[in-house]
């Protein structure tokens, strides 16, 4: 569960099959939501192994690497977007809103649940969604994605709190990070 290690691969591997399948989808179709969606996985796979920094071996620019958490070639670790400071003290409040898996969370939950919900039960989103040719996807990947995080709560509320050596919190970080690209990639 380390950094560049199997499941950090694993979920870059799984972003940019979900990349391609979404870009492949997107020239059959010509459905402009499925290009925002395959590009979306392709910057989700360069995020995931900081665009092959470690295997490029290429430095962080100085002005990213002075607002960037982790120091690396990342924008999800830019400090307004990442759940901590540079201290490491979790974000609280309003702060929390432009945090990227927060903004996951949201998205997943609303193109998941809500937006399915919505298409079957009130006609006038089912009539736009269709004009628009948006694609929506089965209930199930948003019932997925909030077991997953039931999971993952659970895990670090309950079985790793916060004093829990930090690899052991990693590995459960990248785990979830894996099995969430797995699910995008079922789509």
């Known amino acids: 569960g380390a950094e560049d290690h199997f499941f950090e691969w694993l979920t870059a591997i799984f972003f940019w099959i979900a990349s391609a399948i979404f ?3 997107f020239f059959k179709t010509k459905n402009l939501f499925f290009l925002v969606l395959a590009i979306a996985m392709f910057i989700g796979a360069g995020e995931e192994i900081s665009w092959g920094q ?15 958490v982790q120091g690396e070639f990342t924008f999800h670790n830019i400090v307004t977007f990442n759940g901590v400071d540079f201290q490491g003290n979790k974000k609280h409040g309003l702060a929390r809103l432009l945090e990227i898996n927060f903004l996951f969370r949201l998205f997943t939950m609303l193109c998941g649940i ?14 736009v969604t269709m ?26 509320s309950f079985i790793l709190p916060n004093d829990s050596p930090k ?9 979830f990070e894996c099995i969430e690209s797995f699910i995008i990639f079922n789509v």
């Open 23 to 25: 870009f492949l989808t």
């Open 167 to 175: 690899q052991y919190i990693s590995a459960a970080g990248e785990i």
């Open 114 to 127: 809500v937006l399915p919900f919505c298409v079957y039960h009130i006609k006038f989103i089912s009539r």
């Open 54 to 68: 470690r295997i490029l071996g290429f430095q962080t620019p100085e002005e990213l690497k002075k607002i960037n």
């Open 131 to 156: 004009k628009l040719r948006v694609p929506i996807p089965p209930f199930s990947i948003g019932l997925f994605f909030f077991i997953t995080w039931v999971i993952y709560w659970v895990l670090h």
